[in-house]
Each structure stands twice: as structure tokens, then as C-alpha cells.
């Protein structure tokens, strides 16, 4: 988001923001431009704000945001004084960590800061010279039903330039070229997902990996495990027209807005269709918990419908697309709930695992260190096809 614009708004915190009990408006200076990066999903397992000193977007020229849905990498590009930005970004599953990579077409230019962030309940720290440690627990909502621990970790690699650590807070100056590895994991104890016990040892190793591969390898890894799913299968819908292949060709903004005009473009629902594919991909994956119904990306703590998981339609509906377009997706639907069926209401049940007793929501998924942060909500006692 545009600094200068988000720090001339009075009362930002309105606009669902108001239950920020550190204040984050800190991170938001008028003239700078902001980017929110998210770790994880309610309890926010972390929140990533990176201010870089950079000038506002209106004064910036050739802005492009991208995200190549067949990669699952996202690119931002823009020229200011003659200067050419790029930041890349993905999630590696192969490699359990978020990679968001900064560059200049000139020597020098990468500077900003980073903090890790979260909505409530967490300690942030410095991790030696170059990373910043989060640690915290949520508050599971059942009694007798220990807390989930949570850890986040940031870790910066720079290429000339400098990087300090003050407190909660990293600073990069003058670089030529950062990257910035995220990984984050609980001690979730369940049937799904990667079982940590000790998130600060995981969250270590998945750092300490990830800086013994070149950018190149862990980009590679990554792309090849998303398309592993993706290319199962593919769409074209092209009504044939010179109008409909213009509209193609434009921005998705641009797309939107003309179809509501009365344009033709065909080709945008396929993108749609893909993005959705692109989206169960990045959220549910054979072994972890199947995506719920905002997925993972949800925002705030208090989610609607408490982010649960409702098999009377909302989950079959999440996964009709699976059997064509991610079919091993699917399987972590029908086993969550084949679990929650063969547990009987109210007895014992592992730290965090599905219930078919009204419980907490719970971050589903497998995105890098898969950070479940709770138990999952209602889940119905007969199995049904998801």
C-alpha cells in the first residue's frame, strides 16, 4: 500500500484494524511505500510489515504487480530515477519457508526496514545479526486443552550493503540484492500436518536449510513441487475473436471492468478458474488439514463463521474442482473428516486435532511450516464426500 496515502488516513484503524493492540501506524510513514506480508492466518502466527525507502507509487514510473499462477510466484516491478525494482516472492513447501527476494538493476539501492508483527499475545526479538525471532501462544478455547506455541522466524541474506538488528527490528541499507527467508511452524500434535514438536528447533533447521541453496535452487524446487499439481491439467476458452484476445491481454483490473461493461472474455474465466486452483494448491495439500472456508489466508483473529470448516456445503464446495484440476487435494478433506467421525464426542483427543464438539477455529493448510494454531471447529460425526 502507498505510505503516503495510508498515513494522511484518519483513523485507519477503522477499517478493520481496530483491534491491533500494538499500534503499527509506527511502520506506516507518510512518503514511504508498505508492504503487509502474512506468515499465517488468524492468531496471526505473524505479520510481516516491510517499509521500504522508497518513494511514493505516484511518483514512481511503469508499475506492474504480477502473480505467475503457474509458478506461484508473485513479482513486483517499478523505475524510479532511473532505476529499475524488482521484489520476488514465493512459498517453497519443499523447502518449509516464505522467500521474497529484492533487487535493483544499480548498486546500493535495497533499504528498508522489517519487524515481525501480530495482533496479540507474542514476544518478538532479536536472532543473532541478520533474523528477528517471534514466539508466543494462543489460547486454545477449551478447558483443560494446553495452548499452541507458535514461532516465526526472519532471516535477511544480503549482498553488499548492510543489515542491523535493533530490538524487534531489521534494518537493510544501501544493498545491492536481499533475501529474506520466513519460516514458521507450532507444536501442533495432531493427525495432519508436520508435527513440531519443538517449533524454535523446526523453525532453526528450515532457516538453516534454506541458506545452503542458491535463490536460483530453492525458486526451481519450488516451482517444480506447485506444478506437480498444477499441470495436472489444462483450460483454454477462447471464443476465437480479435475483442476477446484484446481483453486478454490487459491488466485483470482492466478485465474486470470491461466485462461489467458488456465486454467479451472469455479467457477471464479461465484465469478465474485457475486462480482458484492456484489458491487449494497453496492451501491444502496431501497430509496436511484441508483449506476451511477462508482458506489461509484470513485476516484478523476473529474470522467470519470462526474460519470452521461446515460440511453441509462450504467445504464440498471448496473442493469440487480437485478430481480435474489438484486431484491429491482432496484426500485431506475426506481424512479429516474420517477423524472427526471415528472420535467420540468429548473424549480425549490430541492437542489441536479436530473435533465433532463445537471448538476454536484453526489455520488449515500447509503453506511453509504448515502454522496450525489451534483446534479446528465443528466437524459433523457422519463421514461425507468432500
Not at 46 to 60: E, F, H, K, R, W
Not at 105 to 114: L, N, T, V, Y
Not at 345 to 362: E, I, L, V
Request: hydrophobic content about 35%; overall charge neutral.
Amino acid at each position: 500500500m502507498n505510505g503516503k496515502e495510508v498515513g494522511e488516513l484518519p483513523g485507519w484503524q477503522a477499517s478493520g484494524h481496530d483491534r491491533f493492540e500494538r499500534d503499527i501506524r509506527k511502520f506506516l510513514q507518510p512518503g514511504a511505500n508498505d508492504i503487509a506480508i502474512y506468515c499465517s492466518n488468524y492468531r496471526r502466527q505473524g505479520q510481516l510489515p516491510v517499509s521500504i525507502s522508497l518513494d511514493p507509487l505516484a511518483q514512481t514510473q511503469n508499475y506492474r504487480r504480477s502473480l505467475d499462477l503457474g509458478n506461484a510466484v508473485s513479482t513486483v516491478t517499478y523505475q524510479k530515477n532511473g532505476i529499475t525494482y524488482t521484489r520476488e516472492a514465493f512459498a517453497s513447501a519443499p523447502d518449509e519457508v516464505m522467500v521474497f527476494r529484492f533487487t535493483a538493476d544499480q548498486p546500493g539501492k535495497i533499504s528498508f526496514d522489517a519487524t515481525l508483527d501480530r495482533l496479540q499475545n507474542f514476544e518478538t526479538t532479536a536472532d543473532g545479526t541478520h533474523g528477528l525471532l517471534m514466539t508466543g501462544r494462543t489460547a486454545s478455547g477449551q478447558q483443560g486443552v494446553d495452548d499452541l506455541q507458535f514461532v516465526a522466524r526472519l532471516h535477511a541474506l544480503n549482498t553488499g550493503g548492510k543489515v542491523t538488528v535493533d530490538g524487534a527490528n531489521l534494518t537493510v541499507a544501501s544493498a545491492d540484492e536481499v533475501i529474506l527467508f520466513v519460516a514458521a511452524a507450532t507444536d501442533y500434535q495432531g493427525f495432519a500436518d508436520r508435527g513440531t514438536a519443538d517449533p524454535v528447533q523446526a523453525t532453526t533447521a528450515d532457516i538453516a536449510k534454506a541458506k545452503t541453496k542458491t535463490y536460483a535452487q530453492l525458486r526451481t524446487a519450488s516451482i517444480a513441487d506447485h506444478r506437480g499439481y498444477f499441470d495436472r491439467m489444462t483450460i483454454s476458452l477462447d471464443d476465437g475473436t480479435q475483442a476477446s484476445r484484446k481483453a486478454a491481454a490487459l491488466p485483470t483490473d482492466q478485465r474486470h471492468a470491461a466485462l461489467a461493461k458488456g465486454g467479451t472474455d472469455p479467457a477471464l474465466a479461465e484465469l478465474y478458474f485457475n486462480y482458484g486452483r492456484y489458491l487449494l494448491i497453496g492451501s491444502s495439500r496431501p497430509g496436511s488439514m484441508p483449506a476451511n472456508l477462508q482458506g489461509i489466508w484470513a485476516e484478523g483473529i476473529q474470522t467470519p463463521w470462526n474460519g470452521d470448516y461446515h460440511i453441509d456445503i462450504n467445504v464440498q464446495m471448496m473442493k469440487w474442482n480437485p478430481p480435474t484440476a489438484t486431484s491429491p487435494t482432496s484426500m485431506d478433506c475426506i481424512r479429516t473428516t474420517r477423524s472427526a467421525s471415528s472420535t467420540p464426542p468429548n473424549s480425549p483427543r490430541p492437542r489441536g486435532s479436530p473435533s465433532n464438539a463445537a471448538a476454536t477455529p484453526a489455520p488449515v493448510g500447509r503453506w511453509p511450516g504448515n502454522p496450525t494454531s489451534g483446534p479446528a471447529s465443528t466437524m459433523a460425526t457422519t463421514p461425507t464426500s468432500c
